[in-house]
């Protein structure tokens, strides 16, 4: 028993004898440089970016920031931006759950192929995430003259904006999922099935609740991806004003255009999204700790 | 005996989940990526050849390749820098900092693109004090390699944090006993534990930079031949109704696209390779996976 419990403690909190001695840090001095350094560094990089993007939105006034917000051709970049994230965000939010239950929770020959191939669109350029659908859709498509002899429009449309953005977003939600379901097991959904769930009853009881906040930080993250999309977007889009143009391809006009705190206003709901991302961010993080903590701890109860 | 495709198991919901997995992936991803090299097969490998390497795009090449090597390289250096201040000292920020260190993955590419050029610019905050002693920070190859640092920012810092936070401070304490100076304890003991994530992080960087389109092309100026970077290129061609010629870029890059990813899922199965010779060295059971590994592979453009 006694000989027991080192272990697991050591096993709640991997590998840690973080005890800093004066043979392990180095001197003050040192310490302090590299944190100038550091800080300098992040700063010039972080920092600054945040603070000119709100600093400009404001520059002419919280009046003048309304307006630009307020204009017409603002108001239907922002209504485009929300159907695309609105449409793309819940089925990718589908696909992620399917894959990584499929792939989470049964072992099966090619596995990790299929994994590689639903990281493809993180590694693909997003100029050419656009141009693949250009390829399929548009009038020199291998689709093109199907379409236009049917009068459908996807590329220059509402509905080729909508495919980019669920291509460029397709793996984040799956790929959260996956280690976080990965780590649970099986055990408690065997349970569950033997004590007579059937297989709806055992996924939303015990599976979702455990998996709960990464499957909420892929959403966010997905989310947060589909409004910001600019490469792929620009590419499908066609840019026509009021009609096939996000919020970020109306700030770039906007820049363009030179109308500067205008395309800065635009700019700072975009950022404050980033910013609410990074706070949804820290939350799981810290609540994904404290679950492993207490499961870490419960199955130590059990191992004595 | 046959080798079964699955595994057996009670849990329902195999087929369904597999069967619409696979068809969302066909549908979104396999189709479009096909008609791509579809599309290529047209060209005779003559005009192929002619595009991918007529000196405008060798020029885009050298940039945006180049570009994020530098940029890439910058990141490894600060990138460990920053992951080890983070991670080892304490100071009044530190928290701050840490979450701060995400905000090229959250930040969208437009945004960014516009906020580093208005710093940058010959009138910006940066840009001015630069531009009086003669050197063009926006409009020139070094806002493009500024512009491909930012993105590539939070990787390796992100791919390094873990392995330090799981570094056992009795290797060095050891090696501080056999008389080392903490200059070669890093250099010997903790670098070689650390490496293979930072250059994870490096790679995972350099793939990011090399495709990113939003943030570079405001601060880039975009001079064909000087200042033009290869995804702009194919949107140039696309505009031109030159979809052969935008086609045949686009697969070099895809092409770059799937070599980079080989090689960072060779660096990353080294890297935890290497993880598992740590904790076994060190008597630990295999940690428990934490969300950052898989944070780290996201990237918001």
């Keep these: 028993m006694a000989a027991s419990i080192p272990w697991t403690i050591k096993h709640a909190a991997p590998g840690r004898s973080n005890h800093a001695t004066k043979a392990t840090t180095e001197p003050a001095l040192v310490r302090w440089s590299l944190i100038a350094v550091a800080v300098v560094f992040l700063g010039a990089f972080l920092l600054l970016p945040l603070g000119v993007v709100f600093g400009s939105a404001f520059e002419k006034g919280f009046r003048f920031y309304i307006n630009s917000l307020s204009e017409p051709d603002a108001l239907a970049a922002i209504k485009l931006t929300l159907i695309a994230t609105g449409i793309a965000v819940p089925m990718n939010l589908i696909f992620g759950v399917a894959a990584a239950w499929a792939i989470g929770k049964f072992d099966f020959i090619g596995k990790s192929v299929l994994i590689t191939l639903i990281d493809l669109p993180f590694s693909v350029s997003p100029v050419v995430s656009g141009l693949i659908y250009v390829l399929l859709f548009g009038l020199q498509g291998l689709m093109g003259p199907w379409l236009i002899a049917h009068d459908i429009r996807i590329i220059f449309a509402v509905p080729g904006i909508v495919l980019a953005t669920i291509f460029v977003t397709f793996p984040f939600v799956a790929r959260e999922l996956l280690p976080m379901m990965q780590a649970q097991g099986n055990d408690e959904e065997e349970a569950a099935l033997t004590l007579g769930a059937n297989g709806w009853q055992t996924f939303f009881r015990v599976t979702v609740p455990n998996v709960k906040w990464a499957l909420l930080y892929g959403v966010i993250l997905c989310n947060a991806r589909a409004m910001g999309e600019f490469g792929a977007v620009s590419v499908v889009s066609g840019h026509i004003r009021g009609l096939t143009n996000t919020m970020p391809l109306h700030i770039e006009i906007l820049y363009n255009d030179y109308q500067f705190v205008a395309a800065f206003a635009v700019a700072s709901l975009l950022a404050l999204l980033a910013l609410l991302t990074l706070v949804v961010k820290g939350i799981v993080e810290w609540k994904t700790r404290q679950q492993l903590a207490e499961q870490a701890t419960a199955s130590g109860e059990t191992r004595q | ?301």
């Design chain 2, 1 to 301: 005996m046959a080798v079964r495709f699955k595994q057996r198991s009670i849990i329902p919901g195999f087929g369904l989940s597999l069967g619409f997995t696979l068809f969302y992936l066909c549908l979104i991803v396999l189709i479009p990526l096909s008609a791509t090299f579809l599309k290529t097969s047209t060209l005779t490998w003559q005009q192929f050849l002619h595009v991918a390497l007529s000196p405008r795009a060798i020029a885009s090449y050298r940039l945006s390749f180049g570009g994020s090597l530098i940029a890439a390289m910058i990141n490894l250096v600060f990138g460990l820098l920053v992951a080890w201040v983070l991670v080892r000292y304490e100071f009044p920020g530190r928290k701050l900092f840490d979450s701060l260190v995400d905000l090229p993955f959250a930040l969208p590419t437009a945004v960014a693109g516009i906020a580093l050029t208005t710093i940058y610019a010959p009138n910006g905050w940066l840009g001015r004090p630069f531009a009086s002693i003669g050197i063009r920070t926006a409009y020139s190859q070094l806002g493009v390699v500024i512009a491909m640092t930012f993105i590539g920012l939070p990787f390796v810092v992100r791919t390094v944090q873990p392995v330090l936070e799981d570094l056992d401070r009795e290797l060095e304490e050891a090696a501080a006993s056999l008389g080392a100076g903490r200059w070669q304890t890093f250099r010997h003991v903790l670098l070689p534990s650390i490496l293979p994530a930072a250059l994870t992080g490096f790679a995972l960087a350099f793939a990011r930079a090399v495709g990113e389109y939003g943030s570079v092309i405001f601060i880039a100026g975009n001079m064909p031949m000087k200042t033009e970077i290869t995804p702009l290129l194919i949107i140039t061609k696309l505009q031109e109704y030159d979809y052969p010629g935008a086609t045949a870029i686009a697969v070099v890059m895809l092409i770059a696209s799937f070599a980079l990813l080989l090689g960072v899922n060779l660096l990353q199965k080294w890297s935890s390779s290497q993880r598992r010779l740590d904790d076994a060295g060190a008597g630990r059971a295999e940690a428990s996976p934490s969300l950052t590994p898989v944070l780290v592979r996201e990237g918001g453009r």
